[in-house]
T-cell receptor, first 115, second 106 residues
Framework: DTEVTQTPKHLVMGMTNKKSLKCEQH?????MYWYKQKAKKPPELMFVYSYEKLSINESVPSRFSPECPNSSLLNLHLHALQPEDSALYLCASSQDLAASTDTQYFGPGTRLTVL | SQQGEEDPQALSIQEGENATMNCSYK?????LQWYRQNSGRGLVHLIL?????REKHSGRLRVTLDTSKKSSSLLITASRAADTASYFC??????FGAGTRLTVKP
């Protein structure tokens, strides 16, 4: 199984809502990533987890809160978002963060709209 | 911050033609990777070239790397309409260039 799944596919939320994005992989990968992608732009790294510990936080606002409950799951908790946070949120995984030839496997993304 | 920068930003060709995209980067690298993204979907890994390699092939894809010029190119031969997508280079494993939007007209 070389698939990364993400739920939901689409999410519309108000600025006062609390919601969560979920990501799952069963490839035994020990590194997992969240990216944000605006239209016609490349993915921007947000967070990296390595062996279930937060390894990189790219100075992301605290209204985004990542969580890695176990080696297969990655969540992104959303609270008090702004309309400019509307984007495609991509999850990815790779075998090992430390490997110099690590390849990432991406999920299909969650299209988030903040009203 | 992004380390790879692609050009052109957009490329439109006819089916059967070859497409060449270029990527430049600023710092030393261990490897460079190319990914494809169909509209609004996740990225798919295409090919990885190590810093000690100069050329690599995979099917209709040919990647070159010139570390002295800090640049790489991706050539897609005999393009198909299904190759229509955005193509990104990535140095290391986490940071992507601006991308080239390729349109292949049937």
């Amino acid at each position: 199984d070389t698939e990364v799944t993400q739920t939901p596919k689409h999410l519309v939320m108000g600025m006062t809502n609390k919601k969560s994005l979920k990501c799952e992989q069963h490839m035994g990968h020990r590194a997992m990533y969240w990216y944000k992608q605006k239209a016609k732009k490349p993915p921007e790294l947000m967070f990296v987890y390595s062996y279930e510990k937060l390894s990189i936080n790219e100075s992301v606002p605290s209204r985004f809160s990542p969580e890695c409950p176990n080696s297969s799951l990655l969540n992104l908790h959303l609270h008090a978002l702004q309309p400019e946070d509307s984007a495609l949120y991509l999850c990815a995984s790779s075998q090992d963060l430390a490997a110099s030839t690590d390849t990432q496997y991406f999920g299909p993304g969650t299209r988030l709209t903040v009203l | 911050s992004q380390q790879g920068e692609e050009d052109p930003q957009a490329l439109s060709i006819q089916e059967g033609e070859n497409a060449t995209m270029n990527c430049s980067y600023k710092t030393s690298i261990n490897n460079l990777q190319w990914y494809r993204q169909n509209s609004g979907r996740g990225l798919v890994h295409l090919i990885l070239i190590r810093s000690n390699e100069r050329e690599k092939h995979s099917g209709r894809l040919r990647v070159t790397l010139d570390t002295s010029k800090k640049s790489s190119s991706l050539l897609i031969t005999a393009s198909r309409a299904a190759d229509t997508a955005s193509y990104f280079c990535a140095t290391g494993s986490m940071r992507f260039g601006a991308g080239t939007r390729l349109t292949v007209k049937p």
